[in-house]
């Protein structure tokens, strides 16, 4: 009993193969969903190598603090002033 069900199987799978021989094999549509596959796992597997390098990014950016306009500071000693240490 346990020798039929890989025979069955077997008759499946070539009848499968016979039908895809017969239908073609590598159309226009496996072409386009293979490249799609492919170019949306790799979107997929790069985000991690991103998150990284967004999380320990350290951006030379600074908030704008109103009033600035009306004091005689310069740009370092503002600086100094506003961003936390």
Known sequence: MEQAAPKAQNDETDIF???LENVGMDG????????IFNIGFAFAAV???HNIVLALSKPNHWCHV???????YSVAEWRRLTIPR
């Open 28 to 35: 226009k549509f496996q072409k386009r969903y293979s490249l």
């Open 47 to 49: 985000m991690c190598v």
């Open 17 to 19: 193969e016979a039908l």
């Open 66 to 72: 109103p009033g600035r306009n009306e004091t005689n």
